[in-house]
Every structure is written in structure tokens, then in C-alpha cells.
């Protein structure tokens, strides 16, 4: 019996999200990498990185408006991409859990970061940095927040994480609820 496009489907969802990690663990290739290379050839690699997530945006809206079975999916894929071209979010990793909608993962990933800071592995403004990206990630997911956390992130907030966060409200949570869900039901088989 034909598949009527589900295989498809199923397989171009995967080719996308693996295309959107193996841009997002070249993005965090490069910073690892950041001190050993010149300042010139960082900004070049992260240019070209930054032009190929931009193309891979581009294409993802050409897929949402041709195939309405994958308009979610791609939708919450797309604000993952705006965020690392708008640089709202710089980290990688903060951006791949965010485009995959794990919010488990973010939270535990702020708890790492305060170990981190105890033991001297990252500096207490990069802690600060990255709990803003993960808490404006959660709260764009529809996740909810505590009063502490809204505080923290009032006050460390940027312009362009709020720009960020007005723009995924657009997109409505709906949309990113349904694309969340589906491409962790496609991750999981």
C-alpha cells in the first residue's frame, strides 16, 4: 500500500533536522575552536556558517508554503534559525534544544551552568548570558516560568532577545507546540 507521502514526509523532517544539527554543531565547533584560530578566519568559518543557516531558512519557507503537512515542523525550525541569524541566541546548543522543544534539557542545562560557575569552568557573565537565552527560549516554547526567573530575565535581558521574543510570539504557540511535538514523536522512532 503507497505510503501516501508519510515515508516521505518522515524522511524530509529528518534530512531538515539534521541538516539544522550539523549547522548548530559547526556553530559550536567554531566557538570551541574560537582561541586557536586567527580572528580573521573565526569571523570568515562563522560568516559562511551564518550565510548557510540563512539559506537553509530560506529554503524551510519555501517547503512551509508548498507542503502544508510540514508548515509546524518548519515553522519551529525557522524561529530556531532566526534566532542564531538574528543572534538573539549565540549559543548553539541553547538553539538546537530550542528547535527541538526540550524544555527538560534547557532547565538542566541552567542547572550545569551554576555547578560550572562554582567550579570555575565558565565565567559568572557567560552563566548569565546563556540562563537569558534559555529562559527566553522556555517562555517562547510556552513554558512557564518562575517570578524569580521573569526578574532574572528583566533585568539581564537584550533588545535582541526581546525583539526574538515578540516575533516568536507571532508565530503563535500553537505552532510551535504542535512542531515540538512532532519532531520529538519523529525523534524518538
Known sequence: ??????????????????????????????????AELEPEEYEDTRKETMDQLKEFQVSLAKLAK???????????????????????????????MFAKREPGQLR?????????????????????EQTVEILTALRSLGEQISSEEANFLAK????????FEKVSDNVGAGVLKTAGSSVKAASAQ
Open 1 to 34: 500500500m503507497a505510503s501516501r507521502g508519510g515515508k516521505e514526509t518522515s524522511k524530509l523532517k529528518q534530512n531538515l533536522e539534521d541538516t539544522l544539527d550539523r549547522l548548530m554543531v559547526q556553530l559550536t565547533d567554531l566557538e570551541v575552536a574560537k
Open 66 to 96: 508548498g507542503n502544508m503537512s510540514l508548515v509546524d515542523d518548519i515553522g519551529a525550525m525557522q524561529l530556531a534559525i532566526q534566532a542564531a541569524v538574528s543572534q538573539a541566541f549565540k549559543t548553539p546548543e541553547v538553539i538546537r
Open 108 to 128: 538542566a542545562r541552567i542547572a550545569e551552568m551554576e555547578r560550572d560557575v562554582k567550579i570555575g569552568k565558565i565565567s559568572k557573565e557567560m552563566q548569565i
Open 156 to 163: 539581564h535581558s537584550t533588545a535582541q532577545l526581546d525583539e
